[in-house]
C-alpha cells in the first residue's frame, strides 16, 4: 500500500511539474507582442502627453516649461503601461501567462536604454546633429520607439509559464 501511494505521490509530482514547465516560444507571439508593444506605448505616449499638458493648463500651469514637463511625465506613464499591458495581454492569451510585474520592468529597462541611446546619438538635445542622414534619423528613432517594447517582451517571456 506504501509503494501505491509513493508511486501516486510521484506521478502528481512530475505532473505538476510539467506544468510549470516554461512553454516554448512561439515567433509570431513575440512579434505579436513587440509589434503591438511598440505602437500601443506610441500611441500611449501621444494620448498621455496630450492629456497631461491639458491638466495642467486647466490646473492653472503658467508656463510652457512646466505644461511641457507635465505633458512629457505623464506620456512616459501612459506609454509604459500602454506598452507593458499590450505586452502581458497578448503573452496571456492561450494557455501561458508571465508576470506583469516583470513585464512592466522590462519595460522601464528598455526606456532606459533608449533615453541612454537617445542622448549618446542625439546629444542632451535630442535633436538631430547636423549631417545625419534621413535613414540615419529614422533607423535611430525606430530603434528607441522599440526598446521599451523589448525590454516588455523579455520581462513578460522571462516569467512565461503555463496556465
Sequence with gaps: MRALALA????T???LEAQRARPPLNAGRVAGELA????????GFLVGRFVGERMADILGAERDATMRAVGLTSGVAVAGLATAGSVYGIGNIGDQ???????YLG???GFAAGW?????????????REGMSTAARWAT??????LPSIGATV????????K
Aim: proline share 4%.
Design 36 to 43: 503591438v508593444g511598440t505602437y500601443a506605448g506610441i500611441g
Design 8 to 11: 501516486l505521490l510521484v506521478a
Design 141 to 146: 528613432a525606430n530603434v528607441i520607439a522599440l
Design 155 to 162: 520581462g513578460f517571456n522571462s516569467s512565461r509559464r503555463y
Design 116 to 128: 541612454a541611446l537617445s542622448r549618446a546619438l542625439l546629444g542632451p538635445s535630442e535633436r538631430p
Design 13 to 15: 509530482a512530475s505532473s
Design 97 to 103: 501567462t508571465g508576470d506583469f510585474s516583470a513585464t
Design 107 to 109: 519595460t522601464g529597462v
